[in-house]
């Protein structure tokens, strides 16, 4: 379903298909089922759907169509298949893959419900899961074996932003024969050149970037043709994690715009990052668009760009923490990203909780730690608001 268009003309105009009125605006197609002419055409869809004929919005809707033709074009994929959530489309690439005594590996530095699944989910069912620190190419070549049905890794990791090497990963997974399913919502679409580098199936929450409005709750996944229809589709249609067709359309609204508000928010970002290096009141900046980061070269390579999140440690503890995000007047306290407001997470006392402190302390999750999720606020308010929280004035 690929063509020569580029990126923001796919943006706009891939998959859309118009009714008999010609609406120039994507339709929403708020229905649960359809009607055949008569019953002969309903057994015939029952055998073998065409191209544009649905069933039942569990199984596929005209606008949730729409939607995975627009995000697979983009990513670069044969299909794409829309879920309910970005865990339902982590949980059902994994678990409509693998079964009772097959070998998955992932990277330790997990979004605390991936976390769940591969460790709870998978070992329950008798799937065994081997983890690695995902920036240790050594770790991933002991731990993949011909054994290994899949591996699994976010590209950038929560809070503290490492990278997942994707294009060595991936050779070493494919070497012994294992699919390679990567989370990218850190990277974004935009910045995404997963497929090209060697990844199987890229799986994202929706609900940040692609929607970038803090509106609605989706997920994605994008792979081969074989792949999201003859592995992932059974298992999502029967359990019940599609994609609603509301969502779908907003979500089509939102990606006319994906590209320009991807590309604003990680222009700021590297500002703030800049910024935020030069003051007395910060510790650590964590920006993989700084040529400080240790992975700076690998993130240029593979990303081109430094992304929408900045990370950075408040000199004087969860006290001095608190007391500037107490603080901010602009910038909001909160736990989503790739929102079109920006927003402050203390991840030490929220998103990362529940980790014991060793975990913490590997993962250098400490308590002075901020993740700023850069939105689309003019870049002058947001340090101005920045500089006044920590004080500066
Ligand atoms: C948010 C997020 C998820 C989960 O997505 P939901 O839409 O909240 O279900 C999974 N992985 C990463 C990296 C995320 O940031």
Known sequence: MTNDW???TQLVHQGSRRSQYGEMAEAIFLTQGFVYPDAESA????VKAGEDEFIY????NPTTRMFEERIAALEGTEDAFATASGMAAVSGALMSLVRAGDHVVSSRALFGSCLYVLEEVLQKFGVKVTFVDGADLGQW????TPDTKAIFFESMSNPTLELVDIRSVSEIAHTAGALVI???VFATPIYSRAVEQGADVVVYSTTKHIDGQGRALGGVVCGTKDFVRKTLEPYMKHT???????TAWMHLNGMATLDLRVRASAASALKIAETLAGWSQVGRVIYPGLASHPQHDLAMAQMGNGGTLVTFEVAGGKEAAFRFMNALGIVKISNNLGDAKTIATHPATTTHQRLPQDQKDALGITPGLIRLSVGLEDTDDLIADLAQALGRN
Do not use: I, L, Q
Request: charged letters at 30%.
């Open 6 to 8: 580029k990126t923001r």
């Open 43 to 46: 057994e015939a869809r029952f």
């Open 240 to 246: 019940g994690g599609s994609m609603s067709p509301f």
């Open 182 to 184: 990567c989370d990218n």
């Open 57 to 60: 919005a569990r199984y596929g």
């Open 141 to 144: 070549r002991t731990a993949v």
